[in-house]
């Protein structure tokens, strides 16, 4: 009976483990499955379509100014205007403000200070406001116009102020150089007088070709100028009169003319440009009768001068007109 009975339990003690297992394996929590990679074909697949950019409107809505730049750059109107040419040369008051220029210091500094002392003798405060003006707007005395400033304090430069000083005007203000040149023209054609009708028409017609700033002046502004463009050229000399302007014999001393040449020298690649420079015209020296002159000077043993065609061998006293100014003159 033992036997038997032992016999007969095995089977269900063995089958007790199987249900164990059947009941246990359901209740197991079933663990999070984890998120499938991706396959390398999908992978592929994603990288090669194109993902949907998010839009940026921002950028887009900003309003482009392109228009009012363009309204910006459209009037072609030089620099200069016409106060220049109708407040005048100003001869002596250039002098006497560049005789206490202190070139150490900037612009403004002497301006300021030019203001403060009025060392230029200006019978009202309005009048030295406009010189103050006057100098800031046409000069660089640090730079191209250094010369001229050194040229103040010798004796040499304040004898021939006046050349000298043309010659940095006009090179600022092209409106007085191109009447300049118009008016040596008619010098050279045998004209006596020049009125103010014949400027007035020629600045009139200016406006068509290199200077349209004349266009958009009024009638009176025109006279005005015309006006000034006359008293220019009697101040330098060119011309003389108060009612009839007649033309000046004028004559370009050595000094000045060594100063000019120098300059010329500096803004032109050879010296054969250097002689035909048209801006001798501005002191009524065709290139025949510089020639002339730079034979003179080589005769006096002041300049070498050898010219062959176009083949020019020219040495002067100074390599550029500071030095002239600083080395020759004194």
Known sequence: MATATKARRQPSAAAAPATEKKAVVPAKPAAPMPARKASTKTSVKAEAEPQPKPTAPAPKARPKAPKSKAKAKAPAIPTYGSDGLIRGPLISDTLQAFQSWNLEDSKRANLDRLRQSNSIGAPTQAWLKKVCSA????????????????????????????????????????????????????????????????????????????????????????????????????????????????????????????????QALASNRTTAAALADPRWLWFRLPEAELEHRLLLLHQAKVISYYRAGSVVDLKLPASSAEALVQEVWS
């Open 135 to 262: 100098l800031s707007s046409r000069f660089d005395p640090a730079g191209r116009d250094r010369p001229l400033v050194l040229a103040a304090r010798t004796t040499t430069g304040q004898r021939h102020w006046k050349p000298l000083l043309l010659w940095h005007l006009s090179i600022r203000d092209q409106l007085l150089g191109d009447g300049l040149c118009w008016s040596a023209q008619l010098y050279s054609d045998g004209a006596d007088l020049l009125q103010s009708a014949q400027v007035l028409t020629w600045l009139e017609s200016t406006g068509d070709q290199d200077h349209p700033e004349v266009a958009a002046w009024s009638e009176a502004t025109r006279k005005r100028v015309a006006g000034g463009l006359l008293k220019a050229g009697v101040d330098l000399g060119l011309l003389q009169g108060r009612v009839k302007r007649r033309f000046t014999a004028y004559y370009l001393a050595d000094e000045p003319l060594l100063y000019v040449l120098l």
